[in-house]
């Protein structure tokens, strides 16, 4: 004699169809993600966007910092000063240019080498150059 089967509303039944729909919604939120990932690899990664241009006295460098606003970087080159600019856009409540700081760098360039990492110190290699006989140093 056969038995009759267990009806479909028994929570073993039930507890099968849920655990069947998680799975499948989480194999299409996994294919959905990976389509994502995919798609940011494919964007090359850029540390910031940013133009430069000069003329006989100034330098002008702009980008963008980790906040998403602008910099801007204006460099004297007669006068050897520096001055910083930091722009943000948004709306006219939040949108705002603020100056950063600025600085004479007359005795900045001036200096051999500060937090320098290379292999040899200027001053060593002025010292090789010298013992060389060779005038690359000369200045």
């Not at 655990?19 to 910031?48: C, F, H, K, W």
Request: aromatic share 8%; glycine share 10%; charged share 20%.
């Amino acid at each position: 004699m056969r038995s009759a089967p267990a009806p479909r509303t028994s929570p073993a039944w039930i507890l099968c169809a849920g655990m069947a729909l998680l799975s499948l919604g989480l194999v299409a939120e996994s294919q959905t993600n990976q389509d994502q990932d995919d798609e940011r690899r494919l964007i090359p990664y850029s540390s910031g966007y940013g133009t430069a241009d000069s003329n006989d006295r100034m330098i002008a460098v702009t980008g963008v910092d980790v906040t998403g606003g602008s910099i801007l970087y204006l460099v004297d080159t007669v006068n050897r000063q520096i001055s910083v600019y930091q722009a943000q856009g948004g709306t006219a409540s939040t949108a705002s240019i603020r100056w950063v700081g600025a600085r004479n760098i007359d005795l900045d360039l001036q200096v051999d080498g500060f937090n320098d990492k290379s292999e040899f110190p200027y001053k060593e290699l002025e010292k090789r150059f010298a013992e060389d006989g060779s005038g690359a140093t000369s200045k």
